[in-house]
């Protein structure tokens, strides 16, 4: 049983490193105010890309990031199924950390809404990644953070 897992999670980081551009930010066209702007965007591309939100996903399998730690035993299919509208699409803050950025989501459909999820990345938006763990969304603007001013997706 322990050989199964042991290569059924191989698989899935093996099917995570399919393209390393998957985890890469797609700039936006246009200059954004900020820096935060910036990450803002690209966590929403990110989402959408992904299948994470209410938006369709890539139709290039070789775009969606796989997520070792979150799909592991799912075919890319019951993965896409899963993800759907389970991340909103409109980043709530976007806060520098000392090697990148963080930025905030809601969860759609919740009854808590003190609760949502995170992108990070590096500050040169590479490496991102949904995190697993829920973060706490604060009533307020923690200090050296912004609520993102984005054009429509």
């Known amino acids: 049983m322990r050989a199964l897992a042991v290569v059924v999670l191989a698989a899935a980081i093996g099917a995570g490193r399919q393209d390393p551009m998957a985890r890469l930010c797609r700039l936006p ?24 939100t209410s938006a369709p ?23 896409m199924f899963a993800r759907r509208n389970t991340v909103g699409s409109v980043p709530i803050l976007a ?17 808590d809404p003190t609760h949502g999820r995170a992108v990070a990345m590096t500050r040169t938006y590479a490496g991102l990644t949904l995190l697993r763990a829920w973060v706490r969304l604060s009533t307020g603007v923690p200090p050296d953070c912004l609520a993102p001013r984005l054009p429509a997706p």
């Open 29 to 52: 066209a246009m200059t954004l105010a900020t820096a935060e702007d910036t990450a803002a965007w690209c966590a929403r591309e990110f989402l959408m890309r992904n299948g994470y």
């Open 57 to 79: 996903p890539s139709t290039d399998r070789a775009a969606i990031a796989m997520e070792p730690t979150m799909d592991v035993g799912n075919t890319f299919d019951e993965m």
């Open 95 to 111: 806060c520098p950390t000392p090697t990148g950025f963080l930025v905030s989501f809601s969860i759609p459909n919740q009854s």
